[in-house]
């Protein structure tokens, strides 16, 4: 029977909302780790009784990788600057991303004023930085992605400004079940990004601007933005903000371009680091991103069962299972127009003697009602001057939207006639689930000062996925790797 009329529907409340006391207890477990750097007296933070020092300083920031890309259905869905419960993003998604600075390394025994020779000033003149990077993701949904990107920049340390340049192709190759659900061929696509940036410091203050653009068959993101960082407390505290404006167009491949949707993403970013000893740094951040326009995935159906029927449609229930169940009618997706996104970020590192813990917490709620909690830890490990391993631990949990359901329903209208509800997804990625991310990797120093200095990086990651009330499958295993080559000169 085939749906003749739309009527309106309060959409309900999904159920098995996740419980928040373990986020929070996450996030508790951070505060308190904190506390204990700041309050206990570790040896390596102790002033000394001798005349005293400048204040430590903290080496300058390198962008961190993301190991942990669980892209969703496909890279070419991770947009830019989007406030996600999981964070997944490309490196050049969210170039207006502050990083935490390295540890300061432990000084136990700080000189005296007669013993400390004058810090040697930078080199005057600019350096240059490049780097080549291919990254590789698959997973058990039958999507796979090849991702290499190039990325190179000039800094002025002495006079305060740098300029940087990304630029990252992405190979998607999906035949998910999603996609054969909807006896859809096997498709590949292939998106282009580019991003630059530029900053200039004034003292106290650092400036900086920034312009992305991202194209594919189906989809043209443009997005520009601005940064302000300023140094404190003799750079011991460094607040900074950060605003960007997106502007995408959705549509079909076989669509004309006049009939393309529009959606606009208005991004702000406030944030502090904070010295908080001799070996130690923290920093807080929030993020907010407010979308509004067309949210929705053209190509996504979602199929309709008749009023009653719902519960036999259990989670992971196979394809020929819901097509003998549910009606002819199978509408789009169709999500509300507008999202507010909000997320809460702590971070920490500690430098030992020869290794760094560094650990982080966030925090995400939004206006559709979905809460999410990520945890993750890294132990990064020197073994000699040339050669860092670490291991890599995540672990994401949300709950889902509130209009979520994994079988909707048709609604009995007048006359006997039947109605879709108007907020209605396939998404499982909007649906509740938990996913656990294992890795790690390693950085070869293969040339140093004075000269060229080359670097090989080579990270890998395992995950699995957990979808409780989702339709098709309950679990995804994923694997992905990243090698690049480093240079600075």
Same mark, same amino acid.
């Given at each position: 029977?085939?749906?003749?009329?739309?009527?309106?529907?309060?959409?309900?409340?999904?159920?098995? $909302?996740?419980?928040?006391?373990?986020?929070?207890?996450?996030?508790?477990?951070?505060?308190?780790?904190?506390?204990?750097?700041? =309050?206990?007296?570790?040896?390596?933070?102790?002033?000394?009784?001798?005349?005293?020092?400048?204040?430590?300083?903290?080496?300058?920031?390198?962008?961190?990788?993301?190991?942990?890309?669980?892209?969703?259905?496909?890279?070419?869905?991770?947009?830019?600057?989007?406030?996600?419960?999981?964070?997944?993003?490309?490196?050049?998604?969210?170039?207006?991303?502050?990083?935490?600075?390295?540890?300061? $390394?432990?000084?136990?025994?700080?000189?005296?004023?007669?013993? %400390?020779?004058?810090?040697?000033?930078?080199?005057?003149?600019?350096?240059?930085?490049?780097?080549?990077?291919?990254? !590789?993701?698959?997973?058990?949904?039958?999507?796979? $992605?090849?991702?290499?990107?190039?990325?190179?920049?000039?800094?002025?340390?002495?006079?305060?400004?740098?300029?940087? !340049?990304?630029?990252?192709?992405?190979?998607?190759?999906?035949?998910?079940?999603?996609?054969?659900?909807?006896?859809?061929?096997?498709?590949?696509?292939?998106?282009?990004?580019?991003?630059?940036?530029?900053?200039?410091?004034?003292?106290?203050?650092?400036?900086?601007?920034? =312009?992305?653009?991202?194209?594919?068959?189906?989809?043209?993101?443009?997005?520009?933005?601005?940064?302000?960082?300023?140094?404190?407390?003799?750079?011991?505290?460094?607040?900074?903000?950060?605003?960007? #404006?997106?502007?995408?167009?959705?549509? @079909?491949?076989?669509?004309? #371009?006049?009939?393309? @949707?529009?959606? #606009?993403?208005?991004?702000?970013?406030?944030?502090?680091?904070?010295?908080?000893?001799?070996?130690?740094?923290?920093? /807080?951040?929030?993020? =907010?991103?407010?979308? @509004? =326009?067309?949210?929705?995935?053209?190509?996504?159906?979602?199929?309709?069962?008749?009023?009653?029927?719902?519960? %036999?449609?259990?989670?992971?229930?196979?394809?020929?299972?819901?097509?003998? /169940?549910?009606?002819?009618?199978?509408?789009?997706?169709?999500?509300?127009?507008?999202?507010?996104?909000?997320? $809460?970020?702590?971070?920490?590192?500690?430098?030992?003697?020869?290794?760094?813990?560094?650990?982080?917490?966030?925090?995400?709620?939004?206006?559709? !009602?979905?809460?999410?909690?990520?945890?993750?830890?890294?132990?990064? /490990?020197?073994?000699?001057?040339?050669?860092?391993?670490?291991?890599?631990?995540?672990?994401?949990?949300?709950?889902?939207?509130?209009?979520?359901?994994?079988?909707?329903?048709?609604?009995?209208?007048?006359?006997?006639?039947?109605?879709?509800?108007?907020?209605?997804?396939?998404?499982?990625?909007?649906?509740?689930?938990?996913?656990?991310?294992?890795? !790690?990797?390693?950085?070869?120093?293969?040339?140093?000062?004075?000269?060229?200095?080359?670097?090989?990086?080579?990270?890998?990651?395992?995950?699995?996925?957990?979808?409780?009330?989702?339709?098709?499958?309950?679990?995804?295993?994923? %694997?992905?790797?990243?090698?690049?080559?480093?240079?600075?000169?």
């Amino acid at each position: 029977m085939k749906a003749q009329s739309v009527v309106t529907r309060v959409p309900r409340a999904a159920a098995g $909302v996740t419980d928040l006391r373990q986020p929070l207890a996450l996030f508790a477990f951070v505060l308190i780790l904190v506390t204990i750097f700041i =309050g206990v007296p570790h040896r390596a933070f102790a002033e000394t009784a001798k005349p005293k020092t400048h204040a430590p300083k903290v080496p300058p920031a390198k962008k961190t990788r993301t190991t942990s890309k669980t892209r969703g259905s496909a890279a070419s869905f991770a947009r830019h600057h989007e406030v996600k419960p999981e964070e997944i993003y490309l490196e050049e998604d969210t170039p207006t991303e502050p990083t935490t600075p390295s540890a300061p $390394v432990i000084d136990d025994t700080a000189p005296t004023a007669s013993e %400390a020779p004058a810090p040697p000033p930078p080199a005057s003149g600019p350096k240059a930085h490049a780097s080549f990077e291919t990254s !590789g993701y698959t997973d058990s949904d039958h999507v796979h $992605v090849l991702s290499p990107s190039i990325s190179g920049g000039l800094a002025d340390e002495v006079a305060g400004w740098s300029v940087n !340049g990304h630029y990252l192709v992405d190979v998607v190759s999906a035949a998910s079940v999603d996609i054969v659900s909807t006896a859809s061929p096997h498709w590949t696509e292939v998106r282009h990004a580019g991003s630059a940036t530029g900053s200039i410091t004034l003292d106290p203050f650092t400036v900086g601007a920034l =312009g992305v653009i991202s194209r594919e068959p189906d989809y043209l993101s443009l997005t520009g933005g601005a940064t302000l960082g300023f140094d404190l407390m003799d750079k011991n505290l460094s607040p900074y903000f950060a605003f960007s #404006h997106e502007a995408d167009s959705v549509g @079909r491949t076989d669509m004309p #371009h006049d009939y393309w @949707r529009s959606k #606009h993403v208005n991004s702000l970013q406030a944030g502090l680091t904070l010295v908080l000893g001799r070996a130690s740094i923290g920093s /807080l951040q929030w993020d =907010g991103s407010f979308e @509004r =326009g067309y949210l929705a995935k053209p190509y996504r159906y979602v199929p309709i069962f008749a009023p009653g029927q719902g519960a %036999a449609v259990g989670p992971g229930a196979t394809i020929d299972q819901v097509n003998q /169940l549910r009606l002819n009618a199978r509408p789009n997706e169709q999500l509300p127009t507008a999202r507010d996104r909000y997320a $809460v970020s702590a971070h920490l590192a500690h430098r030992y003697t020869s290794s760094t813990l560094r650990l982080d917490e966030r925090l995400y709620a939004d206006s559709w !009602g979905l809460l999410a909690s990520t945890s993750e830890l890294r132990y990064i /490990l020197d073994l000699g001057s040339r050669l860092e391993l670490w291991p890599h631990l995540r672990f994401h949990v949300q709950g889902a939207v509130s209009f979520w359901q994994r079988a909707y329903e048709a609604i009995p209208g007048p006359g006997g006639a039947l109605g879709v509800p108007v907020l209605r997804t396939g998404d499982r990625e909007l649906s509740p689930l938990q996913t656990v991310v294992v890795g !790690g990797g390693t950085r070869i120093k293969l040339a140093e000062p004075p000269g060229t200095e080359w670097d090989l990086v080579f990270e890998a990651d395992v995950g699995t996925t957990h979808f409780s009330d989702a339709l098709y499958i309950t679990s995804r295993q994923m %694997a992905y790797s990243t090698l690049a080559v480093e240079a600075q000169f």
